[in-house]
Nanobody, 121 residues
Framework: QVQLAESGGGLVQAGGSLRLSCAASGSNFRLNSMGWYRQAPGKQREFVATITRTGSTDYADSVKGRFTISRDNAKNTVYLQMNSLKPDDTAVYYC???????????????WGQGTQVTVSS
């Protein structure tokens, strides 16, 4: 069984910064792409950023130039550095990972439980 645990959310004023972390734990797995999604009240979950195992990244247009995704493969952890935060960034942020289960080779998506980010104006 693989689990993703997020941390780093909180309350910040507009213009401020936060850093989210997501650590994968378990056994007999390999992390492939990892990413972040977010869901604001009354809205659908939306893509924020993703990073491949080799470090290629992609971002939603709304966060380009403000957010940076990175990962530490040795620690099975992905990060999201969020700068110049806006009230529109307020949402629950979810970590996502595509994981290879080593004993059968199956690819499976996993989600974290979410962490709240609130940006006040």
């Amino acid at each position: 069984q693989v689990q993703l645990a997020e941390s780093g959310g909180g309350l910040v004023q507009a213009g401020g910064s936060l850093r989210l972390s997501c650590a994968a734990s378990g056994s007999n797995f390999r992390l492939n792409s990892m990413g972040w999604y977010r869901q604001a009240p009354g809205k659908q979950r939306e893509f924020v950023a993703t990073i491949t195992r080799t470090g290629s990244t992609d971002y939603a247009d709304s966060v380009k130039g403000r957010f940076t995704i990175s990962r530490d493969n040795a620690k099975n952890t992905v990060y999201l550095q969020m700068n110049s935060l806006k009230p529109d960034d307020t949402a629950v942020y979810y970590c996502n990972a595509v994981i290879t289960i080593l004993f059968n080779g199956n690819l499976q998506p996993y989600w974290g439980q979410g962490t709240q980010v609130t940006v006040s104006s």
